[in-house]
């Protein structure tokens, strides 16, 4: 039965048509920020591929660069950024040791369109409550789980590539179908 | 003995290790024969088949059919009798059980719609209908179709040099390319109920037969484009009356099938230098609304090409120029309907020319007599002489910079496609970069050409940083077969063009990149090279072992991050007493000093040996910093025994630098550094990669210059596509993220803004 109401709400999408340029790559830098603690951000996409992912029920909603702050499609573009670019991390609510796991909630701070077809995304997410790890020791509180499939859904080729900075550590992972999810353990 | 063998196992795994990148690529190549030499040319038996083709069309507007008669001539040039014929069935590809759709891999999250479901089973009628095959006798010849593959069988072996004829008929229904896709088919314009044909892969097609491969017959699975022998055309296209048509080739008729006016305009643009409009936007209109009836016939000749394409409309506007490459008048042309204006009309034709040219310069002159775009809503694609081409403006005529650029960029790369692989006719079914990043390659020297710091997407080598660094699980290398590659267009197109960037901007230098890599496009001219055929040549032209970047940038996945992980500093001892013993004074003042001592100097009035004679001895009271006569003896007597020369060198104040430099992405590549001193000036250093050649992962250089160094930066203009430049500087200083640039540029207002504010401005508020 969910399944059929399923189908029912989405009728009327459109058939999703793109450029045949086979480049179906996005590209992520998030730094973890400890002055601000933030995570600080850019994502790469291709202009094209992000904004017929953004067509909400088959309708253009505008182009990203035309848009400004108050355009519909960057409510929608950071939407759709949190939906498909999270992180959930060890957090300490109410004590210095970790006691919750907490999950990004990312503001689109501003975009910029590049003439050749690639767009920037710029992204932050309040974490003040992160568990670092003071010493020597990996365990879950210290791992940082990161989904990042955006574009998955509309490119079976699409192939996604997150580097995190936080202090000396940059590791960059890659994220296929099928392997949204890694993990990234926070050296001390 | 046990010491011993693992003394010998340890030695031959370090020799081993040491060999893995410089090592030659002898066994991964193919053993040069009669048919390929060694130098990367073709061999003295080299041979390739011949297949010419004698066709009548109809394309019936009102069912969106095809129907064709085609006569097949192939010659078999090879030393090998054929039993039998293969052809591709490209257009089987539409069929409801073609392998392309089958092996297609689904998630339910790919359905997000039930548009999306209709579209994965959107059913009609596609491939080939073949309705007979006979010889020039009209018997009928044996057949077997394997789904995009056709084998016609012969009564007796086609001996060498000799040659066949056979006359197929066919059928098919053309493709809604705006609902199935596709690189050919129709796209419906609902406002005039018009249709606009862009038709190829579009008659059954001869196989090539080869050397390499034997039959080239691997399927059509959508990916791997085409492998296709050369030969001559004869092409009736008959089509309703009022329509344009574009083709391979030149047309014979133009006589019957253009206006008096028409014709005119025609013989004005073949001398002009600028667009020159043979066919408006008012008959375009006109046509529209008319909807001729009756047919024409459309008569076209092409000679020593690899395929036929052609493209009909009655919606086409049309306008062409002249482009003079070497001592040949090329026809430039466009073909639009008017949904492509204002874009169309202004800048398809000029690209079109400019591309020739370019091209032309850095691979052969272009030897074909048209060339040819054509505007096709979404996609890209090439054909000898001719290619459709997306870059739509909005319906109110309004477009975006980057829809201009996305225009500009797709002309380019898909007229480029005439040299690679219409021309060098590389095999597309098994190695999508041979054309593709050629392609490239040279499109990103064209763009360059065409506009001061255009904004192309790939060529310089920092661009594919992002893709190669890190995890490379999803990555393959260059030389994978075109149907298992993953990330196609960073891996087929970007990669490789990146690397032939890298070899014509750092390895080799323009003067000897561009020497060889004209001689591998005059060698392979209208032949079917193969990746080895490329490789050879560009060493056996300049003299350069690329064998280590061949193996790295092709056959791995590695990338490229050298790190400066130390640096130290040493300076020449003169052995002259009067300047090393001032200098260790002056070293010793400058030492940083404790507090407590600091506090001490007032504090402390007086100390006991200040206050009496007789505490210092002889230690205490000797100037270390004093130079005596037994100083200068010895220095007099390292005078006598040392030249002139050598002193001089070592009284020249030399600075030196110990670097080590760190190989953390396995890729090796020349260490360009960069040195920058008190007063300002930099000097640069560059060294081949072949530094790696023993050790592999670590490397140290001794560099010695005339004052001190203030700072090293390793690969200043981003030449080697090192994916963290974070490690590269010495003192470390950290590059800013994209982030932080944005941050530290966002008080700027954008261009939108800055437009608004101007408009505001002039409304008087």
């Known amino acids: ?188 | 003995m046990k010491k011993l063998l693992i003394a010998i196992f340890t030695l031959s795994s370090s020799t081993l290790l040491a060999q893995t990148k410089f090592a030659q690529l002898d066994q991964l190549l193919p053993t040069a024969n009669s048919y390929r030499a060694a130098s990367g040319a073709p061999g003295h038996a080299y041979y390739q088949q011949k297949a010419d083709y004698k066709m009548t069309l109809v394309l019936d507007d009102a069912k969106q059919r095809l129907d064709g008669v085609e006569t097949i001539t192939y010659t078999n040039n090879s030393p090998d009798p054929l039993a039998y014929l293969w052809l591709q069935l490209d257009q089987n590809i539409y069929d409801q059980n073609a392998d392309s759709k089958v092996i297609e891999i689904e998630k339910m999250e790919n359905f997000k719609s039930v548009a999306d479901l209709r579209k994965r089973d959107f059913y009609y009628d596609g491939g080939f209908k073949i309705e007979r095959i006979t010889n020039m006798s009209g018997q009928p010849m044996k057949y077997y179709i394997n789904k995009t593959m056709m084998r016609i069988d012969l009564v007796k072996p086609l001996l060498p040099g000799q040659s066949i004829s056979f006359q197929i008929k066919w059928w098919y229904n053309i493709n809604d390319r705006m609902q199935v896709g596709g690189r050919s088919g129709y796209e419906y314009f609902e406002t005039d109920q018009n249709y606009l044909y862009t038709i190829a892969q579009f008659f059954p097609r001869m196989c090539v037969y080869n050397d390499v491969t034997g039959w080239q017959n691997k399927q059509f699975l959508g990916r791997g484009e085409f492998t296709l022998p050369f030969g001559d055309y004869e092409v009736s296209i008959t089509v309703p009356a009022d329509h344009v048509v574009a083709a391979t080739g030149e047309c014979q008729n133009y006589a019957s099938v253009l206006t008096a006016e028409q014709r005119k305009r025609y013989e004005l643009a073949k001398k002009s230098d600028s667009p020159v409009i043979i066919v408006t936007q008012a008959e375009a209109e006109a046509a529209e609304k008319d909807k001729a009836s009756k047919t024409k016939t459309w008569v076209y000749k092409a000679t020593n090409v690899r395929d036929f394409a052609f493209a009909s409309s009655r919606k086409f506007i049309w306008d062409a120029q002249k482009q003079t490459v070497g001592n040949k008048d090329i026809l430039c042309m466009s073909y639009y309907p008017k949904e492509g204006n204002p874009l169309w009309e202004r800048y398809s034709t000029k690209l079109v020319a400019h591309t020739i040219k370019t091209y032309s310069k850095y691979t052969i002159n272009y030897p074909y007599p048209v060339a040819i775009s054509v505007h096709s809503k979404w996609i890209g694609m090439e054909y000898p002489m001719i290619c459709f081409n997306g870059g739509r403006p909005e319906a109110d005529g309004t477009y975006t910079e980057g829809e201009k650029y996305g225009m500009w960029g797709v002309i380019i790369h898909e007229v480029g496609h005439n040299f690679f692989p219409m021309i060098i006719n590389s095999d597309e079914r098994q190695w999508t970069w041979m054309d593709e990043g050629l392609n490239t390659f040279v499109q990103y020297l064209t763009e360059q050409e065409w506009e001061r710091d255009y904004p192309s997407r790939r060529g310089p080598a920092y661009m594919i940083a992002d893709y190669m660094r890190g995890d490379v699980s999803g990555i393959s290398p260059i030389m994978t077969n075109s149907e298992s590659i993953q990330q196609f267009g960073n891996n087929a197109y970007g990669k490789p063009a990146t690397a032939l960037n890298i070899l014509r901007e750092t390895i080799m230098g323009r003067e000897l990149f561009d020497y060889a890599f004209k001689t591998y496009c005059e060698r392979w001219a209208f032949k079917h090279p193969t990746p080895a055929d490329f490789f050879r040549t560009m060493e056996d032209a300049s003299a350069v072992d690329l064998d280590w970047f061949w193996r790295g940038w092709f056959y791995s996945t590695d990338h490229v991050d050298i790190a400066v992980t130390d640096v130290k500093w040493f300076q020449l001892n003169t052995q002259n007493p009067e300047l090393e013993k001032a200098f260790l004074q002056s070293k010793d003042t400058q030492k940083d000093v404790h507090i407590g001592v600091t506090r001490n100097q007032t504090a402390i009035g007086q100390t006991v040996n200040e206050r009496d004679p007789q505490i210092d001895d002889f230690y205490g009271k000797r100037n270390i910093y004093a130079v005596d006569a037994l100083d200068l003896k010895t220095y007099e007597s390292f005078v006598a025994k040392t030249s002139a020369e050598d002193l001089a060198f070592l009284n020249a104040g030399k600075e030196l630098y110990e670097l080590t430099f760190e190989n953390l992405g396995g890729l090796v590549m020349p260490l360009i550094i960069e040195a920058t001193f008190a007063d300002g000036s930099k000097k640069l250093t560059r060294i081949p990669a072949e530094i790696w050649r023993i050790e592999e992962l670590k490397v140290s250089k001794v560099f010695v210059f005339d004052q001190p160094v203030v700072s090293f930066r390793l690969d200043p203009f981003l030449e080697t596509a090192d994916t963290d430049l974070d490690n590269n500087t010495w003192p470390r200083s950290l590059q800013p993220t994209r982030y932080q640039l944005y941050k530290q540029e966002q008080t700027r207002e954008n261009p939108m803004q800055r437009q608004q504010r101007l408009e505001q401005m002039q409304r008087g508020n």
């Open chain 1, 1 to 188: 039965m969910r399944k059929v109401l399923f189908l029912l709400l989405v009728i009327g999408s459109s058939f999703s048509q793109s450029w045949a340029h086979e480049f179906y790559f996005a590209y992520a830098e998030l730094a973890y920020n400890e002055m601000n603690q933030k995570f600080e951000g850019t994502l790469i996409f291709t202009t094209d591929d992000l904004e017929k992912a953004l067509e909400p029920k088959g309708s253009l909603i505008g182009k990203l660069e035309q848009s400004d702050e108050s355009s519909p499609i960057r409510a929608q573009l950071e939407k759709y950024l949190n939906q498909h670019l999270h992180i959930s991390y060890g957090c300490a609510l109410d004590s210095n040791s970790f006691d919750a796991v907490c999950q990004t909630q990312f503001i689109l701070e501003g975009i910029s369109p590049s003439l050749n077809g690639t767009i920037e995304c710029y992204i932050s997410a309040p974490a003040k409550l992160l568990y670092l790890p003071a010493y020597l020791e990996l365990n879950y509180s210290t791992i940082l789980n990161v989904k990042f499939d955006a574009l998955f859904e509309s490119f079976s080729g699409q192939q996604n590539k997150l580097t995190l900075i936080y202090r000396n550590q940059k590791e960059t992972l890659n994220f296929i179908p099928g392997k949204e999810m890694q993990k990234i353990p926070l050296k001390p």
